[in-house]
């Protein structure tokens, strides 16, 4: 059960107001006590003082009659004459003294009788004097009688003192004892209800303490975020949940609508907005209310009335104690209209992709349909009209077939070309060394009287498109079997290196090689550095390797010297 | 017409005359009928319009079938074929310059049984005319005529 820091105070001072009030009642019984212990101090002296006078009024009548019982002079019996009456007196007083206590009460009744016996026995010594003279009276004296009273007389008076003593003592200790027992409860409550007080005390200067940090903390990190919203980039502003006000806004705000900070406070969100986007706001700030949708894009109006699309990120917030909203908003024109540019060439890129494919298409038919045509009817000439043609004719119908053919080759090379910019690149993990065995083989079997030799680095692997990359190494590959044709012994390699970190593959041979003078027409389409005569070939190879190499990102280089062979590296991004 | 003859549905004058030839100079002597677009093709095959009143149980040992053709292209005549009981059986050889996948993917898929493209250079395409004379007129047996159904 947590007990709250106000219940612990008040349970604090009830306590220690309880035990101040004990601590007062105690001390106020025992100041009570004292007073009564005064009094009963007193009490035991004035019955000493009276036990004292009785047996001076004794002694004083025992001394005049004695006095008178030698010398007869009745002057000497004033003490006695008074005895009577003073002795009441003192008996009286002391019996009131003593009523409390029974056994004094006792002592007094008995005293009472032997001081009553003794004034008597004094009486007759007097009356004997006056009648008969002193032997008469010393007679009495001897007796004793009197002399016997006065032991008894004066133990009595002796107990009853000790005992007023005693009870004076009992008293004395049974006061000091309570005394005591008092001012220790004094000390203790008094000690416990300061210390709950000190505690009391204490746990309310934590709890200030914890309070104004906090407020102290809270201050910096407000002051902070002020910092942070009054610097902010972004324009900010926060408005009321309820009546839509602009409750506070940031330069950047101000910048971008127009409107001084005054002027802000003059106007409400609707204000910003171009009349027509005014309903779907209402839709959204009843969400907005509901603790809904926090973001989204929105058209703004600037004071000007010009317009603006912005990302608009809320957050609530409580604001002067009343619920409201935070606002960023990014001004996202610009970015809103590049996207639409964007989009625009990407459809138009798209219909441009969607015409080179029709027209690969209708290359791949119409051009190919009339070759074949001049093809076939060059041939026909050449086989039924043969004897009518001269070697002359012949061979110009040769080289009208070879035309075609060659131009048929051409068209292939040109679909190819095409084909490798605008075919969807597949990436993949290819097997380099694995293709280039089999083209290596495929090569082999076109031809399979050339001397190759082949050496092809095993487990070469790359990332790319497998299609591409196949023709970039049937390219290359044939390529070296091509220029190698003059040698009887050739030698053809393919692997892969690391240079800086990138890996390059290479297909070297020792073939015909080139002039490194040209090397930078080496990747032109249709750039040939070799006579037909030579090495035929539309020049087009190259150029394909070129384009696939770059589709993936890597460069394509060669270094080669005249009859030395060529070494052609790349990499793939 | 008895014995077994070949359709040849052929657009292009030029290519008609070379394919003649080279079947020719193969010794194919079966006859050779020409459509010379789709339209002629499926009313020689139902045996409407102009062939109207024809044994349509009187079918061609194999169709050479060129795709691009004026009126209904030849994927199209594919298609009705395969869809008509008298011709659902029939072999059809697409003959085409077109190697482009899409053709080739579309005509499997609408049941052609064969493939070829035809080459520029004519000795290359005497071969090809060698090779299928040899298969489907001597090698091959179709369906039995009036088996569609």
Redesign the interface.
């Known amino acids: 059960m947590r007990i709250s820091l106000e219940r612990k105070i008040a349970l604090g001072f009830g306590a220690a107001t309880v035990i101040l009030v004990a601590v007062g009642v105690a001390a106020f019984r025992s100041t009570t006590a004292t007073i009564a212990s005064a009094g009963w101090v007193a009490h035991t002296l004035d019955v000493r003082a009276d036990l004292e006078a009785t047996l001076a009024t004794i002694s004083d009548a025992e001394a005049g009659v004695r006095a008178f019982a030698l010398t007869g002079s009745s002057g000497f019996l004033a003490p006695f004459n008074s005895a009577g009456p003073t002795l009441d007196r003192l008996l009286g007083r002391l019996h009131g003294l003593t009523a409390d206590n029974a056994d004094q009460q006792r002592r007094l009744d008995s005293l009472t009788i032997l001081v009553r016996e003794r004034l008597a026995a004094l009486q007759r010594v007097a009356a004997l004097r006056r009648a008969r003279g002193v032997a008469a009276a010393a007679r009495e004296v001897e007796s004793g009688f009197g002399r016997q009273l006065r032991g008894p007389i004066w133990a009595t008076i002796g107990a009853m003192a000790a005992a007023e003593s005693e009870l004076l003592d009992q008293r004395s200790a049974d006061l000091r004892t309570r005394t005591r027992l008092a001012r220790v409860a004094a000390w203790a409550g008094t000690l416990i209800a300061l210390g709950i007080l000190g505690g009391a005390a204490s746990l309310i200067q934590r709890d200030l303490a914890g309070r104004r940090r906090a407020e102290a903390a809270m201050r910096e990190s407000e002051e902070r975020y002020r910092l942070l919203f009054d610097n902010s980039p972004l324009p900010a502003w926060v408005f009321d949940l309820e009546t839509l006000r602009f409750l506070t806004v940031n330069a950047a705000a101000v910048t971008a609508y127009g409107y001084t900070p005054e002027e802000f406070q003059t106007l409400t969100i609707r204000d910003i907005r171009p009349p027509e986007e005014i309903p779907a706001l209402e839709a959204r700030m009843n969400l907005l209310r509901l603790g809904g949708v926090k973001d989204g894009l929105w058209r703004h109006r600037r004071k000007d009335g010009t317009l603006l699309e912005v990302e608009v990120v809320s957050h609530a917030v409580t604001y002067g104690g009343r619920p409201a909203t935070l606002v960023l908003s990014h001004d996202v024109t610009q970015r809103i209209r590049d996207d639409a540019a964007l989009r625009h060439y990407a459809t138009q890129l798209e219909a441009a992709n969607a015409e080179l494919d029709a027209f690969a298409y209708s290359v791949s038919h119409d051009l190919r349909a009339p070759l074949r045509s001049i093809d076939g009817f060059s041939l026909a000439l050449l086989e039924d009209y043969h004897d009518q043609l001269d070697p002359q004719g012949r061979q110009f119908l040769e080289r009208v077939r070879a035309g075609t053919q060659r131009m048929g080759q051409l068209i292939e090379d040109l679909l190819t070309l095409s084909l490798v910019t605008r075919r969807e690149m597949h990436r993949d993990t290819v097997d380099l060394s694995g293709l280039a065995v089999q083209i290596a083989a495929e090569l082999r079997r076109d031809d399979p009287e050339r001397h190759v030799e082949f050496v092809i680095a095993a487990g070469v692997t790359a990332q790319g498109d497998a299609h591409l990359l196949e023709s970039v190494l049937e390219n290359l590959l044939g390529n070296a079997w091509k220029y190698t044709r003059k040698h009887p012994r050739a030698r053809i390699e393919f692997g892969r290196r690391t240079e800086n970190g990138t890996a390059t593959y290479f297909v070297r041979d020792d073939g015909a090689g080139f002039d490194m003078a040209y090397a930078g027409k080496l990747f032109g389409a249709f750039q040939r550095l070799h006579a037909a005569a030579d090495f035929d070939g539309t020049g087009i190879g190259l150029a394909t390797v070129q384009r696939v190499v770059h589709r993936h990102g890597g460069k394509v280089w060669a270094e080669a010297a005249p009859d030395r062979g060529a070494t052609f590296y790349f990499t793939l991004a | 017409m008895a014995g077994k003859f070949i359709l040849l549905v052929e657009d292009?004058p030029?290519?008609e005359?070379?394919t003649r030839?080279a079947l020719a100079k193969n010794n194919i002597t079966n006859e050779l009928v020409i459509a010379h677009d789709g339209v002629e093709a499926l009313d020689f095959l139902f045996a409407t319009g102009p062939h109207a009143g024809r044994d349509t149980r009187e079918t061609p040992q194999v169709i050479l079938l060129d795709?691009?053709l004026p009126r209904i292209d030849g994927l199209e005549v594919l298609r009705r074929l395969r869809a008509d009981d008298r011709t659902r059986l029939l072999p059809v050889v697409i003959l085409?310059?077109?190697?482009?996948e899409?053709d080739l993917i579309d005509g499997y898929s609408l049941g052609a049984n064969s493939y070829v493209r035809?080459?520029?250079?004519?000795?290359q395409?005497l071969e090809a005319a060698r090779q299928l004379g040899l298969y489907w007129l001597l090698l091959n047996e179709p369906a039995p005529p009036g088996t569609g159904a």
């Open positions: 292009n030029d290519d005359q070379l030839r795709l691009k085409t310059s077109s190697n482009e899409r035809k080459p520029v250079d004519f000795s395409f």
